[in-house]
């Protein structure tokens, strides 16, 4: 495929451009889908091609892209090549959002985008001249930040912030305690490997954030080798608010263990619980063993959140926490239940104090 511009009316070079145009987006358009040529004439050959023109949501339209891709009537084919032709201009942090095809219409009021089901593509693409537009979900306002490490200590024993439970799950060495520790430990005091023995407990670790201006604390509880054995973890489930499902994109079979991790998750958590579908070490890019696309197509299809990560290095961490807390937070409120998670420093401590019953498996308190 061939990118044509990447600013209105800058000529691109043409370098492979099988038919040799150099014109701009239009002049480009007509080229090579002049009404005078029969759609399947000899002449375009194998290199019969589709012009494809896309917009990142957060810009105006003068920063729109346009690009060739293969002319196919398979619609899923030509969603793959319009991704691929623009995935270096999706914003950053973007790697979930929905994208899909549309094509350009000519109405009585002029030219707009309509969306088909992707069922009548073959007959859309037909059309001499078709033109489509890759488009994309906006990002949701995502009114969550992240709060330094430490900030507990600043908070007050009467200051009431919304406690939300988070738990990682998936397959052992994906990175999930790894993940957990970037986000919750100063740089200086992270290890460079993790313990792997199997335990009785697991770990509890926790870190402040804001949503909507109010504050939460995410206590992030980690197994510590239980995952090998899913019975062990099912104690884990108890009132959690979200779950991160991790895979390691190195590693397929990691992936490919998600289905039945989910379907474990979702006959312990209730149904309203939001889960994030998270691709670990993606700073191993050069063994990448997974798509972002067939994973972003997993999450779609089960109604999950997505996110690919580097717990090493933190890479796009902080998003993937704020996605998911923004989606406990929104959903709990829409159904008035916030209140229930409550808490204050002083709320927390009483509950573990004599007669209060701790959980068996938590190790520490976490706070
Ligand atoms: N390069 C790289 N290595 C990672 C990453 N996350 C974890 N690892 C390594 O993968 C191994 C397993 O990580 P760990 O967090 O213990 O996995 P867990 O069993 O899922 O908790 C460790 O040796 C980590 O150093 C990552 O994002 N990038
Ligand atoms: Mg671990």
């Known amino acids: 495929m061939v ?9 691109h070079p043409t370098g492979g451009d099988p038919l040799g145009v150099t014109g701009t987006r239009d002049n480009q358009a007509e080229a090579s889908f002049s009404p005078s040529l029969p759609p399947y004439s000899p002449l375009f050959g194998k290199n019969r091609l589709m012009t494809v023109t896309y917009c990142p949501p957060e810009r105006d339209q003068a920063s729109s892209h346009t690009a060739l891709i293969p002319w196919t009537t398979d619609y899923e084919a030509a969603l793959t090549s319009a991704k691929e032709a623009f995935q270096r201009y999706f ?48 990002a949701p306002k995502l009114d969550v930040s992240v709060l330094p490490i430490g900030h507990e200590h600043e908070t007050a024993d009467t200051e009431s912030y919304y406690q939300f439970k988070i738990i990682t799950v998936g397959q052992r060495s994906v ?23 199997v335990g009785p407990s697991m770990d509890i670790t926790n870190r402040f954030l804001t949503a909507h201006g109010e504050l939460v604390k995410t206590v992030l509880w980690d197994t510590a080798g239980q995952e090998a054995f899913r019975a062990m973890i ?35 958590v209730d149904e309203n619980i939001p889960i994030m579908l998270v691709g670990n070490q993606i700073d191993r890019a050069e063994e990448r063993a997974v798509q972002t696309s067939d994973a972003q197509a997993f999450a779609l299809e089960h ?5 690919e990560v580097s717990g090493k290095h933190g890479t796009n961490l902080d998003y993937a926490f704020q996605r998911l807390v923004h989606e406990i937070f929104n959903r709990l409120k829409d159904r008035d239940e916030l209140y229930r998670f409550k808490e204050t420093k002083r ?9 209060a019953k701790p959980s068996p498996f938590a190790r520490c308190c976490g706070s």
């Open 3 to 11: 990118d044509l511009n990447e600013t209105p009316g800058q000529q």
């Open 91 to 138: 914003p950053s942090g973007s790697a979930n959002r929905h994208r899909w095809l549309s094509t350009r219409v000519q109405t009585s009021s002029g030219v707009t985008w309509a969306d088909f089901s992707p069922q009548v593509f073959s007959n859309v693409v037909e059309d001499v001249g078709v033109e489509l537009r890759l488009c994309e979900e906006p």
């Open 175 to 197: 990175g999930k305690s790894m993940m957990l520790q970037c986000f919750t430990r100063k740089e200086e005091e992270r290890l460079d490997t993790m313990s792997s023995t």
């Open 234 to 268: 099912k104690p884990l489930y108890r009132g959690t608010n979200g779950v991160f499902l991790v895979y390691s994109i190195v590693d397929l079979e990691s992936f490919n263990q998600c289905a039945s991790w989910l379907t474990e998750i979702r006959s312990n």
């Open 303 to 307: 109604g999950l959140l997505f996110a």
């Open 347 to 355: 709320s927390s401590r009483a509950r573990t104090l004599p007669g």
